[in-house]
Every structure is written in structure tokens, then in C-alpha cells.
């Protein structure tokens, strides 16, 4: 949280230049054993149309983001906040399943629709780059195939975990971050 604070203080700023509204945002999401946490991320969307619910999928170019928006998603450094879950709350760990929305869909169902086991994702504590994530798994959950690939390299983390593979997760998310093909 120290050593990323400058950055995350120029990142507020830029926000609070770019578009009026509160620098973070908020959303329930599922935690630990299915029960819901409230986590943080800088906020990259217009105030007025942000998404608490994420009903909507953000897509390429979409209106509601926020130039500065744009650029913290695609670097997904909007969820540096979380280190405030993963610092004081204790509600996300650095290394673990992403966090989905409480009523995020694909192909219009919700997730534990389209996904047989969903739930088991949430046998850990969720963290804020996982498995998935650094196998390319980030961004837009669309389709039932990418949620369940999503869900598949969830369950292999949770099945082999071990501190040398959070330790392998945490050294290769700068490099997996670089690829943005996906973030948007």
C-alpha cells in the first residue's frame, strides 16, 4: 500500500481532472464462503452511468468510461484500491479468485447459470490477480466459454494451491498485465 501510494494519488488525481464524482467506486461482490464483500476500485466510468450492479459488460469503446477510465482499466491499475480490502478489511487476499459482481451475467444469465460448480470459486478468499488472470482470463466475461475458462484455471489455483504459486502468480502479473487485448 506504501510503495504504490504516490501512484495511487496521481491516479486520484487524474480522475478527480477528468470527469466530476467521487475517485472510488464501490461494489458488492462475492467473498469468501459466498458472502458478500464490498470492494474498491478507482472510479473509471462517468458518475451517472456507473454500473453498481454490473448488468452491463463494459465493451470496447464504451461510452460510459471515462478517458482516464480507459487507461486505468486497460492497466487494470483501477483495482489498486483493493489493497485497502486486502490491508484493513481482510476480505481479499493479493492472490486469488477475481471477485465477480454480485449480479454480473453472461449471455444474459448469472454467472452460477452458466457455470455448473460456480460457487466452488469461493472456497478461498478472493484476491486482486489470480491464476486466470495471468493465463490471459481477464476482462470481458461475455460468453459462457470465457467464464468457464475463468472458472476451470479458479478451481486448478484453489486445487494446487501453495505460497511459492502465489509467489509465481505475483512475480508474472506485471508481464501478464502488459497483455491488454482483453481489458477494456
Known sequence: LIL?????????L???LDSPGPVLFRQKRHGFNNQE??????????????DYEAKN???????RVTRVGRFIRKTS?????????????????????????????AANQLYDEVVDGYFARHRVRP??????????????????????QRVEHDLYYIENWSMLFDLYI???????????ENAY
Not at 508481464?175 to 491488454?180: I, M, Y
Open 14 to 16: 487524474a480522475i478527480k
Open 4 to 12: 504504490f501510494s504516490p501512484l495511487m494519488l496521481l491516479i486520484a
Open 127 to 148: 484476491g486482486m490477480t489470480g491464476w486466470a488472470q495471468v493465463n490471459g482470463w481477464r476482462g470481458e466475461t461475455d460468453t459462457p466459454d470465457k467464464l468457464q
Open 57 to 63: 459488460l463494459v465493451k470496447k469503446d464504451d461510452p
Open 77 to 105: 491499475i483501477d483495482e489498486l484500491p483493493q489493497l485497502l480490502n486486502v490491508v484493513f478489511k481482510g476480505d481479499v487476499s493479493l492472490v486469488g479468485p477475481r471477485p465477480h459482481a454480485v449480479h454480473a451475467m
Open 37 to 50: 464483500v464490498e470492494i474498491f476500485k478507482f472510479r473509471s466510468m462517468y458518475t451517472n452511468k456507473l
Open 170 to 180: 505475483l512475480a508474472i502479473t506485471p508481464f501478464a498485465l502488459t497483455k491488454t
